[in-house]
């Protein structure tokens, strides 16, 4: 298939993915990153399909990912989840997709992550604002398969900092014993490694407003995409499960943001779109070197390391109204108001 743009690392394919899937030799890449267009109940600009239909669409790219990853490969899929129309339950679209990759096409679950959007606006407003009967949905599973029960992976390359609690561990001292939960803490852990293992949830606001991409897309009149992932969340994978020169690929690229990443990292890349809107787009990703996210985001002065969560106790005080004997079935006047 004709490049529609070529770097120094990689390339844009404006075309059908799965065709350009065919053109690849088995087991030639390294890693498939990329967020697919969710299965959702509401039809969007960027093209979904009905999540109950989701499953058998996304099979075709799962053959196709298995054949041409290599056998240390891995591919990470980020997927936001679905309500059912009409009442506050959730699809079970995407934990389908995860247990059809494994039964049916043969991947491992390496392991599930969680995508926390900290700048989440409160959603779907009806069951969370109106009615208050659930709470924000916040978070998009990340799932990552792999090829082989063991594949390349390190995870020094994602640490994080110290907590204070941590530094102060270090510092002081503390004692060696077994935990009343069975977990044996010897004197290891006081070993200072200059950084923390990171958990499996990935803590990155999406709050784009006035990035290059976006004035690019402004300058020459494009609609810029509307459900890009921060940068973060695909540099975790690349950098965790690869390593420079590696292949990577994103067969659903919409705003190449993968592309972006790869390009900085020196991971040989290709990014697949469909759409020529959204390539054209793309294009301000590459006019200019990329910038390592952080270097804006952890600078010495920023508080942007960290996100904080709530303990869930931070507010049980005072008098608990009734819940409503309905499940909040019928909308009542004032149901919004705090309890």
Not at 18 to 41: H, I, K
Not at 251 to 262: D, K, L, N, R
């Amino acid at each position: 298939m004709p490049n529609y743009h070529r770097t120094r690392f990689g390339r844009i394919v404006l075309g059908d993915s799965l065709d350009y899937m065919a053109s690849l030799r088995p087991e030639s890449v390294d890693l498939v990153v990329t967020s697919p267009p969710f299965g959702l109940v509401r039809k969007k600009d960027y093209g979904n399909v009905e999540s109950h239909e989701y499953v058998d669409w996304f099979k075709q790219f799962g053959h196709a990912f298995r054949r041409i990853l290599k056998p240390g490969g891995s591919l990470v899929v980020d997927i936001g989840g679905a309500w059912i129309p009409g009442q506050p339950t959730r699809s079970l679209y995407h934990f389908e997709l995860a247990i059809m990759l494994c039964r049916e096409i043969g991947f491992y679950l390496a392991q599930e992550f969680f995508w926390w959007n900290p700048s989440k606006l409160p959603s779907p407003a009806e069951w969370v604002t109106v009615r208050r009967i659930r709470v924000k949905d916040a978070v998009n599973v990340v799932w990552w398969f792999s090829v082989t029960p063991w594949p390349k992976a390190s995870n020094t390359r994602v640490l994080t900092p110290y907590s204070e609690a941590m530094r102060g561990l270090l510092k002081n001292g503390y004692r060696a014993k077994l935990r009343p939960s069975g977990h044996d803490i010897s004197s290891k852990f006081a070993w200072d490694n200059g950084a923390s293992i990171p958990p499996n949830i990935i803590a990155v606001p999406n709050t784009e407003s006035n990035s290059y991409y976006l004035r690019y897309c402004e300058r020459h009149g494009l609609k810029p995409h509307p459900a890009r992932f921060p940068a973060a969340v695909p540099e975790f994978f690349v950098r965790m499960l690869t390593d420079a020169g590696d292949s990577v690929l994103d067969p659903f690229a919409g705003s190449c943001v993968t592309g972006e990443v790869c390009e900085r990292l020196r991971r040989k890349w290709a990014c697949v779109e469909i759409r020529d809107d959204y390539v054209q787009a793309a294009m301000g990703r590459f006019e200019r070197e990329g910038q390592p996210e952080q270097a804006a985001l952890f600078s010495a002065s920023s508080n942007g390391s960290s996100y904080r969560l709530h303990h869930p106790a931070a507010l049980w005080n005072g008098p608990e109204k009734p819940l409503p004997a309905d499940g909040g079935r019928k909308r009542r006047v004032g149901a919004g108001r705090p309890i």
